[in-house]
């Protein structure tokens, strides 16, 4: 059982940056991978970024590679997503996942737990 929360969220100009980052409970934390998700109005959600337990494998979707790196910190509980040269199309609720898992997926459907989303948004 983890529960997750999420903040960092907010207005933001175009090639303007933000960091997000998501608080994880639970002793177990440091065996789950985790991943980030964002759903636009309308629209499904989509995977974002995911790590691997000891954040030495990471993995991004084509459309945020070179402008969002994410990262853990697994003595803190915490996980990270740096987002720079953002693009109003990176406007979303953003989503923190977890699963215990070895391996990484890139699937909102495979992941167990979920936090309540934080709102980006980008003008241009």
């Known amino acids: 059982q983890v529960q997750l929360v999420e903040s960092g969220g907010g207005l933001v100009q175009a090639g303007g940056s933000l960091r997000l980052s998501c608080a994880a409970s639970?002793?177990?934390?440091?065996?789950?991978?985790m991943g980030w998700f964002r759903q636009a109005p309308g629209k499904e959600r989509e995977f974002v970024a995911a790590?691997?337990?000891?954040?030495?494998?990471?993995y991004y979707t084509d459309s945020v590679k070179g402008r969002f790196t994410i990262s853990r910190d697994n003595a803190k509980n915490m996980v990270y997503l740096q987002m720079n040269s953002l693009k109003p199309e990176d406007t979303a609720v953003y989503y923190c996942?977890?699963?215990?898992?070895?391996?990484?997926?890139?699937?909102?459907?495979?992941?167990?737990?979920w936090g309540q989303g934080t709102q980006v948004t980008v003008s241009s």
């Open positions: 996942a977890a699963r215990p898992s070895i391996v990484v997926f890139r699937t909102a459907s495979e992941y167990h737990y």
């Open positions: 639970g002793r177990t934390f440091s065996s789950y991978i």
């Open positions: 790590i691997s337990w000891s954040g030495g494998s990471t």
